[in-house]
Protein backbone atom coordinates (compact mmCIF):
# COMPACT_ATOMS: atom_id res chain seq x y z
CA UNK A 1 0.00 0.00 0.00
CA UNK A 2 1.72 3.59 -1.16
CA UNK A 3 0.87 6.32 1.14
CA UNK A 4 2.09 10.05 0.56
CA UNK A 5 3.20 12.43 2.78
CA UNK A 6 3.31 16.16 1.97
CA UNK A 7 5.78 18.62 2.82
CA UNK A 8 5.71 22.73 2.43
CA UNK A 9 8.59 23.80 1.20
CA UNK A 10 7.81 26.97 0.89
CA UNK A 11 4.69 29.11 1.63
CA UNK A 12 4.08 32.71 -0.20
CA UNK A 13 6.25 34.59 1.71
CA UNK A 14 9.06 32.36 1.20
CA UNK A 15 8.26 31.93 -2.51
CA UNK A 16 8.03 35.71 -2.75
CA UNK A 17 11.74 35.94 -0.88
CA UNK A 18 13.47 33.62 -3.41
CA UNK A 19 11.55 35.26 -5.81
CA UNK A 20 12.99 38.67 -5.01
CA UNK A 21 16.33 37.62 -4.71
CA UNK A 22 15.97 35.92 -8.01
CA UNK A 23 14.91 39.27 -9.74
CA UNK A 24 18.28 41.24 -8.14
CA UNK A 25 20.45 37.86 -9.53
CA UNK A 26 18.64 38.73 -13.27
CA UNK A 27 19.06 42.61 -12.73
CA UNK A 28 22.70 42.03 -11.71
CA UNK A 29 23.76 39.78 -15.08
CA UNK A 30 22.09 42.10 -17.09
CA UNK A 31 24.64 44.55 -16.73
CA UNK A 32 23.53 46.04 -20.06
CA UNK A 33 19.98 47.34 -19.11
CA UNK A 34 18.70 45.36 -21.99
CA UNK A 35 14.88 45.15 -22.45
CA UNK A 36 13.88 41.92 -20.41
CA UNK A 37 11.81 38.86 -22.39
CA UNK A 38 10.30 36.33 -19.87
CA UNK A 39 8.58 33.29 -21.64
CA UNK A 40 6.74 31.16 -19.02
CA UNK A 41 6.45 27.64 -19.59
CA UNK A 42 2.90 26.45 -20.02
CA UNK A 43 0.96 27.54 -15.99
CA UNK A 44 3.35 27.72 -14.00
CA UNK A 45 5.81 28.56 -15.60
CA UNK A 46 3.91 32.03 -16.78
CA UNK A 47 2.63 32.35 -12.94
CA UNK A 48 6.48 32.86 -12.28
CA UNK A 49 7.23 34.82 -15.03
CA UNK A 50 4.48 37.05 -14.62
CA UNK A 51 5.78 37.42 -11.02
CA UNK A 52 9.33 37.95 -11.98
CA UNK A 53 8.21 40.39 -14.56
CA UNK A 54 6.28 42.51 -11.78
CA UNK A 55 9.56 43.01 -9.40
CA UNK A 56 11.93 43.24 -12.62
CA UNK A 57 9.77 46.14 -14.08
CA UNK A 58 10.87 49.39 -11.48
CA UNK A 59 14.42 48.10 -11.52
CA UNK A 60 14.46 48.80 -15.77
CA UNK A 61 14.78 51.47 -17.72
CA UNK A 62 13.77 49.50 -20.35
CA UNK A 63 10.18 47.28 -21.04
CA UNK A 64 10.32 43.88 -19.13
CA UNK A 65 7.43 41.81 -20.77
CA UNK A 66 6.40 38.38 -20.21
CA UNK A 67 5.27 35.53 -22.46
CA UNK A 68 3.12 32.33 -21.86
CA UNK A 69 4.99 29.63 -24.03
CA UNK A 70 2.87 26.90 -24.49
CA UNK A 71 4.51 23.51 -25.39
CA UNK A 72 2.00 20.65 -25.88
CA UNK A 73 -0.31 22.44 -28.14
CA UNK A 74 0.19 24.82 -31.15
CA UNK A 75 -0.75 27.97 -28.83
CA UNK A 76 3.53 28.55 -28.46
CA UNK A 77 3.59 28.80 -32.17
CA UNK A 78 1.41 31.81 -31.82
CA UNK A 79 2.86 34.26 -29.14
CA UNK A 80 6.41 33.37 -30.56
CA UNK A 81 4.91 34.50 -34.10
CA UNK A 82 3.73 37.48 -32.21
CA UNK A 83 7.10 38.48 -31.33
CA UNK A 84 8.26 38.08 -35.37
CA UNK A 85 10.48 41.09 -36.11
CA UNK A 86 10.84 42.66 -32.63
CA UNK A 87 14.66 42.71 -32.27
CA UNK A 88 15.21 40.29 -29.79
CA UNK A 89 18.99 40.01 -30.71
CA UNK A 90 19.04 43.02 -27.79
CA UNK A 91 16.69 41.73 -25.43
CA UNK A 92 17.57 39.27 -21.89
CA UNK A 93 15.55 36.58 -22.45
CA UNK A 94 14.90 34.35 -20.22
CA UNK A 95 13.04 31.03 -20.35
CA UNK A 96 11.10 30.36 -16.95
CA UNK A 97 9.62 27.26 -15.62
CA UNK A 98 8.60 26.31 -12.33
CA UNK A 99 10.35 23.21 -11.32
CA UNK A 100 13.13 21.64 -13.48
CA UNK A 101 13.88 17.67 -13.52
CA UNK A 102 15.15 15.97 -15.73
CA UNK A 103 15.33 18.87 -17.76
CA UNK A 104 13.53 17.76 -20.64
CA UNK A 105 10.93 20.43 -20.82
CA UNK A 106 13.29 23.61 -20.50
CA UNK A 107 15.38 22.06 -23.32
CA UNK A 108 11.98 21.59 -25.39
CA UNK A 109 11.17 24.97 -24.42
CA UNK A 110 14.69 26.38 -25.44
CA UNK A 111 14.64 24.81 -28.59
CA UNK A 112 11.69 26.00 -29.74
CA UNK A 113 12.15 29.70 -28.70
CA UNK A 114 15.92 29.36 -30.43
CA UNK A 115 14.15 27.88 -33.32
CA UNK A 116 11.39 30.40 -33.57
CA UNK A 117 13.30 34.03 -32.75
CA UNK A 118 17.39 32.95 -33.03
CA UNK A 119 18.60 35.33 -29.75
CA UNK A 120 21.73 35.68 -29.58
CA UNK A 121 21.55 34.63 -26.31
CA UNK A 122 18.83 33.07 -23.63
CA UNK A 123 18.74 32.18 -19.62
CA UNK A 124 16.69 29.93 -17.61
CA UNK A 125 15.20 30.49 -14.39
CA UNK A 126 13.51 28.15 -12.17
CA UNK A 127 11.79 27.97 -8.72
CA UNK A 128 12.92 24.61 -7.89
CA UNK A 129 15.57 23.44 -9.47
CA UNK A 130 15.71 19.33 -8.20
CA UNK A 131 18.56 18.07 -10.00
CA UNK A 132 19.12 14.87 -11.88
CA UNK A 133 19.26 15.77 -15.04
CA UNK A 134 19.01 13.52 -18.33
CA UNK A 135 19.45 16.74 -20.94
CA UNK A 136 22.59 19.16 -20.69
CA UNK A 137 20.72 22.11 -19.60
CA UNK A 138 20.93 24.22 -16.22
CA UNK A 139 19.47 26.63 -14.19
CA UNK A 140 20.85 29.75 -14.33
CA UNK A 141 18.75 31.61 -11.83
CA UNK A 142 16.70 29.32 -9.08
CA UNK A 143 14.90 29.81 -6.23
CA UNK A 144 15.82 27.25 -4.15
CA UNK A 145 18.18 24.15 -4.82
CA UNK A 146 16.54 20.69 -3.68
CA UNK A 147 17.88 17.19 -4.65
CA UNK A 148 15.14 15.15 -4.55
CA UNK A 149 14.68 11.39 -4.37
CA UNK A 150 12.97 8.92 -7.54
CA UNK A 151 9.57 8.31 -5.45
CA UNK A 152 9.49 12.14 -4.33
CA UNK A 153 7.15 14.72 -6.55
CA UNK A 154 7.40 18.56 -6.26
CA UNK A 155 4.49 20.55 -6.86
CA UNK A 156 3.58 24.03 -6.89
CA UNK A 157 0.21 25.29 -6.72
CA UNK A 158 -0.85 28.52 -9.11
CA UNK A 159 -4.09 29.90 -8.06
CA UNK A 160 -5.25 32.35 -11.03
CA UNK A 161 -2.06 34.09 -11.56
CA UNK A 162 -0.73 33.74 -7.99
CA UNK A 163 1.84 30.90 -6.93
CA UNK A 164 0.24 30.22 -3.54
CA UNK A 165 3.24 27.28 -1.94
CA UNK A 166 5.09 24.76 -3.28
CA UNK A 167 5.06 21.04 -1.64
CA UNK A 168 7.35 18.12 -1.87
CA UNK A 169 4.85 14.86 -2.27
CA UNK A 170 6.92 11.48 -0.94
CA UNK A 171 5.15 8.58 -2.03
CA UNK A 172 6.06 5.20 0.94
CA UNK A 173 5.61 2.04 0.65
CA UNK A 174 3.88 0.42 3.16
Not at 144 to 151: R, V
Amino acid sequence: MDESVNIVLMDNERIQRSLDRMAHEIAEKNIDDRPVLLFGIEKRGFAIANALAKLLAPIFKEEVESVQLWLKSGNSQESLEQLQGRDVQNCFLIVVDDVIFSGQTMFTALKKVSDALEPSQMHTAVLIDRGHRKFPVQAEFRGMELPTKANEHVSVQVEGKDIEEVTLISKERK
